[in-house]
């Protein structure tokens, strides 16, 4: 699945249509709970409208027994992630992507940057196993 993001109201799409996304394949895998990216979705693509100029691009896809949430855009800076401050008000969306998430990647494209966090299927799998599966 991929949408661009060129607005407010593009985020709220591409919120939905990845909702929708991994609704339906939380189906076709016949998974009892809910597939993770929502969050990762939320606050990659978020991030991108905030400080690149430009469209950004949202792809979802299935990769090593998890969720692909990559997010490309315009930027020529590499993003980073400030040391953990609790006591820091906002600015922890990166902290929290990186925390659900089981690899996270920042590469340099031609043009712009692709952001990558691959987050397990569900909370409690690294994958499909019979115990998640209905019956």
Known sequence: MFAV???GEHIARA???ARSFLTELQARCGLREQVRGSVEVSELVTNA??????PCLLTLARRHGGIAVAVWDGGSS???IGPR???RIGRHGLEV???LSRSFEIHRETTGKR???VVPLTDHSDG?????RTT
């Open 5 to 7: 993001v060129e607005s």
């Open 85 to 87: 401050d609790p006591s």
């Open 128 to 132: 499909i196993s019979a115990a998640h």
């Open 97 to 99: 992507v990186t925390a």
């Open 115 to 117: 952001i990558t966090a």
């Open 78 to 80: 590499l993003t980073t």
């Open 15 to 17: 919120r939905a249509l």
């Open 49 to 54: 409208r905030r400080h690149a100029p430009g």
